[in-house]
């Protein structure tokens, strides 16, 4: 099968559309067209109907979904195996979102080279979306994400039960309805901003807006105010006596997790750096 046919199916099975491939592809949607047609014919079967508003996986190509995502993946590891030089004993390949990588993937990091140093690491931080597509291409091993998408092909593993919770600097409680300051929102995303509304009488209007938690922390320990944050990332901030707890705002749940190809269980190196994984989590858990 022709890699670059395996990457077509599988950015319109992902995006629903010929022409949305043809623009991540950067190629004409004449050559995308032209890659299913030639695939269709090999495989003898159709991989999707056609309408206005998109295109959909027929059954054989729900079935040929599978089979297309692992021999892009297995061919990225065979790139990335070739490549090394024969001291190293293999790759591993790894992501994280932003807001993750510090400590978890920065531990497992070197928990992994401690273990092997003979092991070549390779690490990332990228946005969610870039890491879903690093994923699905083959690019990535193991990605840490907060709200990752479930598809074919793809597992999801529980790392960290965390939760998002209202934190103030202390000098901030007047014993008023709100702690006296600005309010700092940060974007957690659709699920906490829908939860967030619903209780935002604990909050005042939002003075800062920002898309990245650790910003928001540092910005907060310069000033007065409140945000919600991480549990993980502000207890030891708490403990320190430089943020203190809003003890009757409401908490949300906020779990992290990995995400990895399902058939990467069968190798050694990768069920040895998930076991490593869970014990780096398990120490950053908030108590």
């Not at 991989?47 to 959909?56: E, I, V």
């Not at 209007?205 to 907060?220: D, H, I, Q, R």
Request: proline share 7%.
């Amino acid at each position: 099968m022709d890699l670059d046919r395996a990457r077509t199916f599988l950015e319109i099975a992902h995006s629903g559309s010929f022409m949305k491939a043809a623009e991540r592809l950067h190629v004409t949607q004449t050559t995308v067209s032209a890659r299913i047609r030639t695939l269709e014919d090999e495989l003898g079967q159709k991989l999707f109907l056609r309408n206005r508003t998109g295109a959909k996986l027929t059954p054989a190509g729900v079935a040929f979904e599978r089979f297309a995502r692992m021999f892009v993946q297995v061919w990225e590891q065979a790139k990335q195996q070739l490549s090394l030089p024969p001291e190293r004993t293999g790759i591993l390949t790894l992501g994280a979102e932003p807001s993750l990588w510090d400590p978890i993937l920065v531990d497992w990091m070197v928990a992994i080279r401690q273990r092997d140093p003979r092991l070549v690491v390779r690490a990332r931080v990228a946005t969610p979306a870039l890491l879903m597509d690093d994923l699905r291409n083959g690019l990535l091993d193991v990605a840490l994400l907060y709200a990752p998408t479930l598809e074919p092909g793809l597992k999801v593993q529980l790392l960290i039960e965390d939760e998002l919770v209202l934190v103030r600097s202390p000098k901030s409680d007047t014993g008023g309805a709100h702690p006296a300051g600005e309010y700092i929102q940060v974007d957690w995303g659709p699920s906490f901003a829908a939860q967030h509304h619903a209780g935002a009488h604990y909050t005042p209007e939002p003075g800062t807006y920002v898309n990245f938690g650790p910003l928001g922390v540092a910005y907060l320990l310069k000033t007065t105010g409140a945000g919600y944050f991480r549990h993980s990332t502000v207890a030891g901030l708490m403990a320190q006596g430089h943020l203190e707890l809003v003890t009757d705002a409401p908490r949300f749940n906020y779990p992290a997790y990995a995400v990895f190809p399902e058939h990467l269980e069968q190798r050694s190196d990768v069920r040895a750096a998930l076991q490593m994984l869970s014990r780096c989590a398990l120490r950053n858990t908030p108590s």
